[in-house]
């Protein structure tokens, strides 16, 4: 036995000395705090102390890089390295818990949250279908690309993109910028007032500007919307309006002054195609051309094209509508033993339209009267009788059609048909007399009458 276990000696195994069994555990809690010129024995007794004679003592550093090359077991660690290791452990399940949590809350919050809300743009290169304004080389593109954005009234129909390329600007404005996102429908001027306070303190402590983004703004009364008027002017804010209302009639005249009008129209069917394109490829869903198309991979989830292509031309331009009956219809279908497809059929069924895009008192009014007249104008009967049809459907007063088909009698065929007049004044008579609904059979057959009268504009 060697000298070292003799005397019934612990060996620290830092240092090498030698102490005894009940003072090993609080010799080695501290041994690695001593300073390198501390010293030990080299064989000693159980009773001797250990700083009694010089050794070569080992300093923690070397015994911590020579870790790696003992064998496994060989090293004894100290209650402190236990109780690092234990903590750390500690520490790495819980942020794994953690991530875990966060992870399942996410995917729950999701499950909530509209397809089209989650399927936004997040840049330019994801906008689609407004390419006349956003498009490669427009001013406004050069204007965002540059970082430079004005004060805009951002005009379209439901569905056609003003909330996305908001968001669009937003997050490309990120950090540069602070972006304010409110409605019309649910803040008021105290609201306003309280944003355009903030951005002058942001302006005159950081030098940062302030976009304030105004959904609905035609929501505002004229008197409302003198709020913005100074701090545009001034730069204080920029402000990016949305409206489906023609701006010059809900908005006021200074304040379109100082902002861009952007129109947007409404989505060709080529870009709402691609939209639902970008949308399938989110949910893992394919596209076959045909219902019993060979390359269709088994248990695998499908959607016709005949089927996408419906959706698109019935959803009259709106992205937002396309998109959440797509949804509709996903979660609709049950999963069978070949897969989930959709076809034609549930499409139709989802995608029936209770209502059609009129106003009465706003600009639809007065863009299917115009229709109307321009069809019967080019002798396209069918064309007439659709936007009747589409008048009629959304409430329109017949007698106010009725009128419009008597100044076409007299301003588009004139004198090449001259019963048109009678008979056109004779169903405004009619009109009058039984109302609706009775008189769309009256107005249909005015229409056609003079959409295949021959056509002259002599006296007008």
């Known amino acids: 036995m060697s000298e070292r276990g003799m005397g019934g000696g612990v060996p620290c195994p830092l240092c090498d000395e030698i102490f005894p069994a009940a003072a090993i555990e609080a010799h080695c809690s501290t041994c690695g705090d001593q300073p390198a010129s501390s010293t030990r024995k080299g064989q000693t007794s159980a009773s001797s102390t250990p700083n009694s004679k010089p050794s070569n003592k080992r300093s923690i550093n070397d015994v911590l890089s020579n870790k ?32 875990t949590a966060e992870q399942g809350k996410s995917k729950d919050k999701e499950k909530h949250i509209p397809l089209a809300e989650l399927m936004r743009p997040k840049n330019l290169e994801e906008y689609m279908g407004q390419n006349n304004v956003v498009g490669d080389g427009t001013q406004l593109r050069n204007l965002l690309e540059g970082d430079n954005v004005p004060s805009l009234i951002l005009w379209g129909p439901p569905g056609c993109g003003k909330t996305s390329l908001a968001n669009v600007i937003a997050t490309r404005m990120k950090g540069k910028c602070r972006f304010i996102k409110m409605s019309a429908c649910t803040c008021g001027v105290a609201e306003v007032r309280d944003v355009v306070k903030q951005a002058k303190n942001e302006q005159a402590m950081f030098n940062r500007r302030t976009i304030l983004f105004m959904d609905e703004v035609h929501r505002f009364n004229k008197s409302q919307q003198d709020t913005f008027l100074p701090h545009v002017e001034s730069g204080t804010i920029t402000l990016i309006g949305a409206t489906t209302e023609n701006p010059s009639f809900s908005l006021n005249a200074a304040l379109l002054s100082r902002c861009r009008v952007v129109v947007l129209n409404k989505l060709s069917p080529e870009s709402l195609f691609e939209i639902l394109e970008r949308a399938l490829a989110a949910k893992d869903i394919d596209i076959i051309d045909g219902e019993n198309d060979i390359f269709q991979v088994v248990e695998n989830r499908t959607i016709s094209r005949e089927a996408l292509t419906y959706l698109t031309n019935i959803v009259d331009g709106d992205a937002r509508s396309a998109i959440n009956t797509l949804q509709l219809v996903i979660e609709s279908t049950q999963e069978e033993e070949g897969g989930q497809h959709v076809d034609l059929n549930q499409v139709k069924e989802a995608a029936q339209r209770s209502h059609v895009l009129y106003d009465r008192t706003g600009d639809q009014h007065y863009f299917m009267a115009s229709a109307l007249q321009k069809s019967i104008r080019g002798s396209d009967d069918n064309a007439a009788l659709y936007w009747l049809g589409r008048m009629l459907k959304g409430g329109e007063d017949p007698t106010f059609i009725a009128r419009r088909l008597v100044r076409c009698a007299s301003e588009d065929i004139g004198l090449g048909d001259p019963t048109a007049m009678p008979l056109a004044v004779a169903a405004f008579q009619g009109c009058q007399l039984i109302g609706k ?12 009458h003079l959409a295949r009268a021959p056509k002259s504009h002599e006296v007008y």
């Open 437 to 448: 609904p009775e008189c769309d059979v009256l107005l249909a057959q005015a229409t056609v």
């Open 68 to 99: 790696k090359s003992e064998k496994p077991g060989s090293a004894k660690k100290s209650k402190q390295d236990f109780l690092a290791e234990g903590l750390s452990k500690v520490v790495e399940n819980g942020n794994d818990h953690h991530k």
